[in-house]
């Protein structure tokens, strides 16, 4: 689960309902400020973002999943205390039938 940098749609909503047991929030972040309709994000803001608990996992999201997959050193610098993913394919590939809320 933790091994890779970027997560599929479908990685993204299994290992939130995992993660969810343990008690570890996953929380989609928009980068570009586009929401992605029927998914509950938060836009890209780093001071707000130190406020989850440690150890919550940010799923970043941009047009095709490129930008952010580049900037996932930039992410870490920024959040050390939180694990950070680029969401594979971005808003380009979401699936409205695959709910994440």
């Not at 479908?10 to 972040?29: C, D, F, P, S």
């Not at 938060?42 to 996992?57: A, D, H, L, R, S």
Request: with cysteine.
């Amino acid at each position: 689960m933790f091994t890779q940098d970027e997560w599929t749609q479908e990685e993204l909503i299994n290992n939130r309902e995992i993660l969810k047991q343990e008690g570890v929030e996953v929380v989609l972040v928009d980068t570009i400020l586009k929401p992605i309709e029927g998914a509950k994000s938060i836009v890209y803001n780093p001071f707000e973002m130190q406020e989850y608990p440690k150890g919550t996992v940010f799923v970043f999201y941009c047009d095709t999943g490129k930008t952010t997959q580049e900037r996932l050193p930039f992410f870490r610098s920024k959040l050390p205390d939180y694990r950070c993913f680029s969401l594979r394919g971005g808003r380009a590939y979401w699936r409205a039938s695959l709910k994440f809320e």
